[in-house]
């Protein structure tokens, strides 16, 4: 069966130069409009986890737990997670929905999110993936999807901390939400080793951003005054079999 999700471009040369050389590449209209509109409907109805660092270590608390505490146990749990984030150089909170967790515990099978993770690991996808990135090793890709609410942000890493066996080839972010301004923080800048700003990008709706790793990048702080979230797929082609 074809791959019925993405619109994938056929002549991918000058986007691989484009990677090549910049360490990044964007392609529009990513998702078939039908598919992106399906997405736009789910994405205010999925079980969220807020995913945050504290005391050094990732944790994730279902968001219904997060509504459960009062409004003064939430600013303490946000209040230590910035402060830690202050302190220390990596740290990040925003939700998540883990694609391939939902998916291989068959959280929602009609769930159009459920037929993501086969469509991104479907041959076709995977032949754009190695055509893009000239990495021929590529097997497959992961992902999950992000909200990033006023307050939310990601410090700068640089996708070097894989869990154990699993290989990342490149990173990839599809925006999901219309109309983002600049001002509204939430940009994903690019740096260069030095920390400089190479590049900052919006999470344009349904874009298709590729870069390369290790890389250093960060997600910045979304202003308490944005009137929306900012939502996104966000994973890594991958070259391990796990
Ligand atoms: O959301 C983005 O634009 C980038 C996300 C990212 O860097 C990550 O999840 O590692
Ligand atoms: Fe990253």
Redesign the pocket.
């Known amino acids: 069966m074809q791959q019925h999700f993405f619109n994938l471009p056929t002549d991918t040369q000058a986007l691989r130069q484009q990677l090549a050389a910049n360490g990044v590449v964007q392609v529009n209209d990513f998702l078939r409009a039908e598919i992106v509109a399906q997405m736009e409907a789910e994405l205010s109805v999925l079980p969220w986890d807020m995913a945050y660092i504290i005391n050094g270590r990732g944790a994730k608390k279902p968001i219904s737990e997060v509504m459960a505490l009062s409004a003064q146990q939430q600013q303490q749990l946000f209040a230590s997670i910035t402060r830690q984030a202050a302190e220390n150089q990596y740290a990040f909170c925003y939700d998540s929905y883990m694609l391939v967790t939902h998916y291989l515990q068959q959280t929602n099978p009609s769930s159009v999110f459920h037929h993501y993770v086969e469509q991104i690991c479907h041959p076709q996808t995977v032949a754009f993936m190695r055509a893009l990135t000239g990495n021929q090793t590529i097997v497959k890709a992961d992902g999950q999807v ?1 909200r990033y609410l006023p307050g939310h942000f ?1 410090r700068s ?1 640089d ?1 070097n901390g894989a869990p154990v066996g699993q290989v990342r080839a490149a ?1 990839y ?1 599809i925006g999901l939400s219309r109309h983002w301004q600049p001002d509204w923080g939430g940009l ?1 800048h690019l740096q260069e080793n030095d920390g400089r700003i190479r590049q900052s990008l919006l ?1 344009s709706f349904n874009t298709l951003t590729v870069f390369s790793v290790p890389q250093h ?1 960060f ?1 910045s702080q979304v202003a308490n005054y944005c009137p929306a979230a900012r939502y ?1 797929i ?1 994973g890594w082609f991958r070259s391990d079999a796990q």
Do not use: Y
Request: aromatic share 0%; charged share 10%; proline share 8%.
């Open positions: 992000s990601l890493h996708d990173a972010t994903l999470p990048h997600v996104s966000v």
